[in-house]
């Protein structure tokens, strides 16, 4: 039986509205998940119809909110966010002082373009790497570290999803949407002062954690591991003559490996000799390969030896070596034998491993000891590290579907960081690009966005589709798109209009200024326990309402909720940067506490006093 709007409706929705707030705060299970079941709850009830129960997902705030994850995962992928975040840190020199406002500032830049939790995660091991120069906890510098990202958010548009909800949600009620910098001068105010509070009084809060996780990773990237394995002193590249006698030889035939302690790597060679035009393929040697006049051959070991036997032409220099070593589709990563694995007590030649998974075999790192020479022969044991290069796509492989080995690191975003070198300027002429559209209108937001990630894949700024689908964070996706028929709901049932009139039945005689702060508290409280873009999908709309009511203009009322929702400081549950340096930092929940409640109860007398200044009634 469907249930009409008013009576048992708007009771039915409060009650999903409660439960739902109950989950999201207690976080056994995920919020993408809980705001699924409210969704489903609402239409199997007839709250809401499907297509209402749907419409979320076609919602231009949930395409443009996946479309900025791609257009976030180009910059940081070619580089230039962490190029830009060092060149900016470089200038705080050994000043501790100046290095603590420069991060601040730095994350909070960033976070106005792109995703807090990727600028915090990216500008992570940066900031404690130097704080460790300095001799300094970095428990000192990363909860400014993820209270900027949340305070630069706030300076645009794109920057939170907060902003866009609300922004959307005026649209939705037949007001002037946000434009790109409409957000940006409370944002500045806000940000303004969280970094004055925090390098004054905050500064002093902070705990001073000697023993910490400090985030170091065992997993290096391609180029760090070849040069701390010393791989570039071993590589050779070689070119076949055709006065050659290995020309026409099968690679088994000439034991290359078994004689001389030599891996052949790869094999460039011209696919067509009639068009010169044509580029060189690259080939992985497989053991019926046959060399062929003109191959350049990359190997690994002591080549001195196979000049003068086999009269070839040596090319070796250390970057063009580079060079045809760690091209763009090919990496070098570290893999673990597994516990269970099938190949402990077994040699490298038993296991048959370049025919069977495409990769060399480098070296086998064992205790704290290098084995190069002869490592094909060497039995292997449990916890060795098998230093292996090959395709990305082969290394991606071997570590989706072997259980054998367990693969150091995340591939998939080693891989993309070397598909995307040198694309920095790509990227940020991009994201220019992007900018430029939105903040002159000549687009509707949604396609300057969408137009920017397609930008990003199809100049390889982005590794592939299936590589941008990869760097969306669906939780979040989904999650915004799942919420948003509660508000439709709140709507439809009278629930809004109950809410707008219990509010300004308690604070309506106070006059805008007390029903606006009443705004400011609610949302801000109750993002420290769940979403803040949830808490604006139910808020923005009530305040909306409340405006009305009250005869005054929606916008400072509207910018409240958005702002309030995005000052998540006094919990480490409030936002995922917080989540995120906690374990680095060695933080407990008080040290949130004790940090964010100050900064919180600063920032709601300062901003309830600003934005009505700005955004008049």
Not at 86 to 100: T, V
Not at 461 to 483: F, P, Q
């Amino acid at each position: 039986m469907e249930i009409k709007s008013g009576g048992m409706g708007m009771i039915g929705t409060f009650i999903i509205l409660i439960v739902s707030t109950i989950f999201f705060i207690h976080g056994k299970y995920r919020a993408d998940l809980v705001a699924l079941g409210s969704l489903l709850l609402l239409a199997l009830t007839g709250i809401i119809t499907p297509v209402e129960a749907l419409a979320g997902f076609s919602n231009s705030v949930v395409i443009m909110i996946a479309g900025l994850f791609v257009v976030g995962a180009g910059i940081f992928n070619t580089g230039l966010a962490i190029h830009i975040g060092n060149q900016l840190l470089k200038l705080g020199n050994n000043n501790e002082k100046k290095l603590f406002i420069i991060i601040m500032i730095t994350v909070g830049v960033f976070s106005a373009f792109m995703s807090n939790t990727g600028t915090v995660a990216v500008l992570l091991p940066v900031v404690i790497s130097m704080a460790l120069n300095l001799n300094v906890s970095p428990a000192k510098f990363l909860i400014p570290l993820a209270f900027a990202s949340s305070l630069g958010g706030v300076l645009t548009l794109i920057g939170t999803p907060p902003n866009l909800v609300s922004s959307n949600t005026l649209a939705e009620n037949g007001f002037q949407p946000m434009h790109f910098f409409q957000y940006t001068p409370i944002g500045l105010v806000a940000f303004a002062v969280g970094i004055l509070f925090m390098v004054t009084v905050g500064k002093k809060l902070l705990p001073d954690n000697k023993a910490m996780n400090t985030g170091k990773s065992t997993s290096f990237s391609a180029n760090e591991l070849a040069g701390f394995y010393k791989i570039y002193h071993s590589l050779h590249l070689i070119e076949i003559p055709e006065t050659s006698q290995i020309i026409g030889k099968k690679l088994s035939t000439l034991e290359l490996t078994t004689k001389y302690g030599i891996t052949v790597i790869s094999i460039e060679r011209k696919e067509n000799e009639l068009i010169p035009l044509f580029k060189h393929v690259r080939i992985t040697p497989k053991t019926d390969t046959v060399f062929e006049q003109g191959d350049k051959v990359l190997l690994f070991g002591d080549a001195a030896p196979l000049f003068t036997e086999f009269d070839l032409t040596d090319l070796t220099n250390e970057s063009e070596a580079k060079r045809h070593f760690l091209a763009k589709q090919y990496g070098l990563t570290e893999v673990l034998i597994a516990p269970q694995s099938s190949f402990k007590n077994k040699t490298i030649r038993e296991l048959q491993f370049r025919e069977k998974y495409r990769c060399s075999v480098l070296a086998i790192s064992r205790n704290g000891e290098y084995i190069q020479t002869n490592a094909s022969k060497e039995k292997l044991r449990l916890g060795d590290a098998l230093i292996i290069y090959g395709e990305w796509e082969k290394i991606e492989l071997l570590a989706e579907k072997s259980a054998d080995v367990v693969v150091v690191g995340r591939v998939s975003d080693k891989a993309t960081s070397a598909a995307a070198q040198g694309k920095a300027p790509i990227a940020g002429g991009i994201m220019l690009f992007m900018l430029l559209l939105m903040t002159l209108e000549l687009v509707d937001p949604v396609l300057a966005v969408l137009l920017s990630a397609f930008l990003m894949i199809i100049t390889g700024c982005v590794r592939s589709t299936g590589d941008a689908y990869h760097k969306i964070n669906w939780e979040s996706v989904v999650l915004i798109a799942a919420m948003l028929p509660m508000a439709t709901a709140l709507e439809k049932t009278g629930g809004v209009t109950f809410m707008s009139d219990l509010l300004l039945g308690i604070l309506g005689d106070y006059g805008p200024h007390a029903v606006l702060a009443g705004f400011y508290v609610l949302t801000m409280v109750l993002s420290q326990f769940i979403s803040n873009t949830a808490t604006a999908v139910i808020f923005a709309p009530i305040a909306i309402t409340t405006a009305i009511n009250l005869g005054v203009s929606p916008y400072p009322f509207v910018v409240a909720v958005a702002i309030s929702a995005s000052m998540a400081f006094a919990t480490p549950v409030a936002s995922p940067t917080n989540a995120l340096v906690m374990n680095a930092g060695g933080y407990t929940f008080k040290d949130f506490v004790k940090v964010g409640v100050p900064l919180q109860l600063v920032l709601t007398v300062v901003l309830i006093a600003v934005i009505p200044l700005l955004y008049p009634f």
